[in-house]
């Protein structure tokens, strides 16, 4: 039982470049999120979804895609990255009313 | 909107010196109040759900209390591994988990 997957662990990435941070669990939860933490903002939340075919804007949803086409997995798209983008991300996912559970982060600098 | 406020934003404590956190929360229609830890460079933990006021939750040295306006996570007699980046978060009717901006607890020797 793996829990919530992320990767890359670690991106360095051009202004401009796009890219997709990958998430995926084994736990059969329904719901899933993205976060960003950066110091002294604490866990920002992107987007988020409550199952298969359905997400929805958190308090940061600008600059970046979402789609859950499976209960498994949750792809966090950055269109064209920017600067403000750098920071560490997390993928969370849980059963509804459970507590969520946190994949390791992934580590992105935009230079 | 939901919100969460956590004080204070950082702590300093003696091994043994005991301390209470507090989160203080809007919400429209809880349905559940979480705690979290976090150590330097890796994911949120998961240590507690409460879902209504007057609920409490132990786990080792940590006590979690709510209330309708906010929650309590008291520490007894700390040790230095309980030092960690606390977090508070809560899900309300739009699903979505809104987190604090977290409690830095540090204890000593």
Known sequence: ?111 | EDQVTQSPEALRLQEGESSSLNCSYTVSGLRGLFWYRQDPGKGPEFLFTLYSAGEEKEKERLKATLTKKESFLHITAPKPEDSATYLCAVQGGSEKLVFGKGMKLTVNP
């Open chain 1, 1 to 111: 039982n793996a829990g919530v997957t992320q990767t890359p662990k670690f991106q360095v990435l051009k202004t401009g470049q796009s890219m997709t941070l990958q998430c995926a669990q084994d736990m059969n939860h329904e719901y899933m999120s993205w976060y960003r933490q950066d110091p002294g903002m604490g866990l920002r939340l992107i987007h988020y979804s409550v199952g298969a075919g359905i997400t929805d804007q958190g308090e940061v949803p600008n600059g970046y895609n979402v789609s859950r086409s499976t209960t498994e997995d949750f792809p966090l798209r950055l269109l064209s990255a920017a600067p403000s983008q750098t920071s560490v991300y997390f993928c969370a996912s849980a059963k509804a009313q459970g507590g969520y559970t946190f994949g390791s982060g992934t580590r992105l600098t935009v230079v």
